[in-house]
């Protein structure tokens, strides 16, 4: 069973950056799309980023509005590893973001993202 495992987050004032990463437990194939989305308190799940990738190449990438100039997608095919960092943090970016990574569709488990005014 391949696992998506994220790791970077946490908590941060307004304005502040964070970076996470999101390694999947398969190393003899890679994904061609990889991306996050997020889920904030009593709301549905949206797309935040992702890339899509094909050979050696990192690929296109497609963004949400609202983080658009703030976010930045990244990948290492070598490592079946995708990033995202985050600057210019805003309280509404407060959410769990989680792991994605398709074909076939895995989710990780999600890390928690806390951004205070």
């Known amino acids: 069973q391949v696992q998506l495992v994220e790791s970077g987050g946490g908590s941060v004032q307004a304005g502040g950056s964070l970076r996470l990463s999101c390694a999947a437990s398969?190393?003899?194939?890679?994904?061609?799309?990889m991306g996050w989305y997020r889920q904030a308190p009593g709301q549905e799940r949206e797309l935040v980023a992702i890339i899509t990738s094909s050979g050696t190449s990192s690929g296109s990438t497609n963004y949400a509005d609202s983080v658009k100039g703030r976010f930045t997608i990244s990948r290492d095919m070598a490592k079946n590893t995708v990033y995202l960092q985050m600057n210019s943090l805003k309280p509404e970016d407060t959410a769990v973001y989680y792991c994605y990574a398709r074909p076939p569709t895995y989710w990780g488990k999600g890390t928690l993202v806390t951004v205070s005014s």
């Open positions: 398969i190393r003899t194939f890679s994904f061609p799309t």
